[in-house]
């Protein structure tokens, strides 16, 4: 039998044809790869809240893109999951710092702020771009006031500004009409607030402690809301005879002032579980709050080394917070506490 050369022929050919198309298969694929980071940067361009950051990286190291898209695409992931996991936070602390650093600016879509123990003194011009903000603290740094700007964060639920060098607080605050909790401890300098926080219908923890107060804001009065008020280490003489506004209010702190009597309308307030108020200075006090069986006595004695008395009055205070959850679990009714300054 004669050896059939078209066949041969044909066998060959075939073999060619297939290492072509493989080749072309891999450039192909090469060329798809290759193509990725152009894919990816239009992507961004639409969702990403930091492409403006990314398109000179992206020409640099391609990596990164991926890295950036792996990322949100596991936040988005993990916020399905459990949103508690996928929380946007910023964290700042040292003093070491003076400034916020530039990048912030460009990652509008954190929803938090904690920054404590810097020497910054100023919140940047930027913040009002950070319109999903819930949480804003930043305590114990040495910022000297709070820019009109913070009145555009719609979102903002809790403010912690204490332990600072505010002199005044801005009316645009009043315009975060989610605002739950409002910190204001420490700031010395501070004495009133402005009327416009008067729109805080949602505001339920109020803290103004250790400031120069000599009379409950009108605005804290027209709060609502309101379950806890903190006014201790004030200036106060007395308080207002239509306290009885305040229809929510479950405790109030009043220690460390020089209030001689207490007024009658807080008998009114039904919520009200616990009045914390200095002895000494005491001379008046409602019949229906005094015969109540559930009132409390103790001493504060006033220690010698004003160190330890901070760390003793930090302690009070969480075992009073403590106490007054426990009582509202309970379903107790009024305790007030009375305290005594004794020099010994």
């Not at 936040?75 to 602390?93: G, I, K, N, Y």
């Not at 929803?111 to 603290?137: C, D, K, M, N, Y």
């Not at 109030?252 to 000494?280: R, W």
């Amino acid at each position: 039998m004669g050896y059939n050369h078209q066949s041969s022929y044909t066998d060959i050919w075939e073999v060619r044809v297939k290492k072509h198309r493989q080749r072309q298969k891999k450039e192909q694929d090469r060329l798809e790869q290759s193509a990725l980071p152009n894919i990816l940067l239009i992507v961004l361009l639409y969702i990403s809240p930091c492409c403006c950051l990314l398109v000179d990286v992206v020409v640099v190291v391609p990596v990164v893109v991926v890295y950036v898209v792996v990322y949100l695409s596991e936040a988005e992931h993990l916020e399905q999951e459990d949103p508690e996991q996928s929380r946007l936070v910023f964290q700042l602390d040292g003093d070491q710092w003076t400034d916020f650093p530039r990048e912030l600016q460009w990652r509008t879509y954190l929803r938090e702020w904690h920054v404590s123990g810097t020497r910054i003194s100023r919140l940047p011009a930027f913040l009002s771009l950070f319109t999903q903000l819930t949480v804003l603290e930043i305590p114990k740094n040495t910022i000297t006031e709070l820019p009109p700007e913070i009145g555009k964060l719609a979102a903002l639920r809790e403010l912690n500004v204490s332990f600072n060098r505010l002199s005044k607080v801005p009316p645009e605050l009043g315009d975060c009409e989610n605002l739950k909790r409002l910190e204001l401890t420490g700031n010395h300098n501070l004495s009133d607030l402005p009327f416009e926080l008067s729109g805080l219908k949602q505001l339920v923890h109020l803290d103004v402690a250790e400031n120069r107060f000599v009379s409950i804001p009108i605005c804290a009065l027209r709060m609502s809301g309101l379950q806890l008020l903190d006014l201790s280490d004030n200036l106060l003489t007395d308080l207002p005879q239509d306290m009885d506004r305040l229809e929510q209010l479950v405790t109030l702190f009043l220690q460390k002032n020089d209030v001689s009597y207490l007024p009658h309308c807080l008998a009114e307030i039904t919520t009200l579980k616990m009045i914390v108020v200095n002895g000494d200075a005491l001379t008046c006090c409602p019949t229906r709050l005094c015969r109540n069986p559930d009132i409390k006595y103790t001493q504060h004695i006033k220690e010698e080394e004003e160190e330890e008395e901070e760390v003793k009055d930090s302690r009070e205070k969480e075992f009073i917070e403590a106490y007054v959850s426990s009582l509202k679990d309970r379903g107790e009714n009024m305790c007030i506490i009375i305290y005594i300054k004794l020099n010994l």
